[in-house]
């Protein structure tokens, strides 16, 4: 009998926990998404006082104790908002456009990615800065946020240029002032369109970059 030259799919130990491990952060992901709309339903509906982890927990069919599993916080669930972290997929592509894009751009879709990937919900800009106004505990989480977001990437720009060129240019301080100056121009675009905030080749972004790039060195 002639043999079939169809080739069998690889089923192997390795496939399969890679299986169970994207289903893992698939389950992970509705969780934290879950929690976090019914936290924004409690509190927009009932309060802020109201809107306990007992009834966003119930609301979301988890108990007390998955919540912490999820969010430190209350605050942090209502605004659906994580600890931030540099996923290593970013980290690799921005080394690689650092590599070759020696400017600001590099720095500021980093630090798009980041905030990105630290946030759950799908809310724009001004939707979180609502939430945050409903309490202000929720607006100091959201600086919070914000400020640690910034200090991550300060301490991957020092970790990884902290001897570009052979000198030792990128100091805390300088690396500080970059993500400061990426936040700027963010916030810049964001202004002539919300849209920017999440795509990075937004007109509006590309241009902010170039006009603050040319700025720098002119001033310079």
């Known amino acids: 009998m002639q043999k079939s030259d169809v080739s069998i799919p690889d089923t192997g130990p390795e496939l399969a926990a890679e299986s169970t491990v994207g289903r893992r952060e698939q389950q992970r992901q509705a969780t934290l998404l879950a929690l976090h709309e019914a ?3 409690q509190v927009t509906e009932q309060g802020y006082e109201a809107a306990t982890i007992t009834s966003i927990s119930d609301a979301a069919g988890v108990s007390r104790r998955t919540f912490f599993n999820y969010y430190a916080t209350k605050d942090e669930a209502i605004l659906g908002v994580l600890e931030p ?3 290593p997929q970013v980290l690799e592509k921005f080394l690689e456009e650092i590599a070759v894009e ?3 751009g590099p720095v500021v879709r980093l630090l798009m990615s ?3 990937s630290s946030r759950v919900g799908g809310e724009t800009r001004q ?3 609502s939430l945050a106004g409903l309490a202000p505990s929720l607006s100091h989480t959201l600086k919070r946020y914000a400020v640690r977001a910034e200090d991550v990437i ?3 720009l ?3 240029l902290a001897h570009q060129d052979g000198e030792p240019r990128t100091t805390p301080d300088v690396a500080h002032a970059m993500v400061m100056i990426a936040g700027t121009a963010l916030r810049f675009a964001y202004a002539k369109n919300p849209d920017s905030m999440i795509d990075p080749d937004s007109p509006a972004l590309v241009d902010a970059v170039e006009l603050f790039s040319t700025t720098l060195k002119e001033v310079l």
Request: charge should be negative; charged fraction near 20%.
């Open 39 to 41: 936290a924004v339903a």
């Open 114 to 116: 980041v905030m990105s």
């Open 158 to 160: 020092v970790e990884h």
């Open 127 to 129: 939707d979180l800065m």
């Open 102 to 104: 020696r400017a600001l």
């Open 85 to 87: 972290s540099v996923p």
């Open 154 to 156: 300060s301490e991957v």
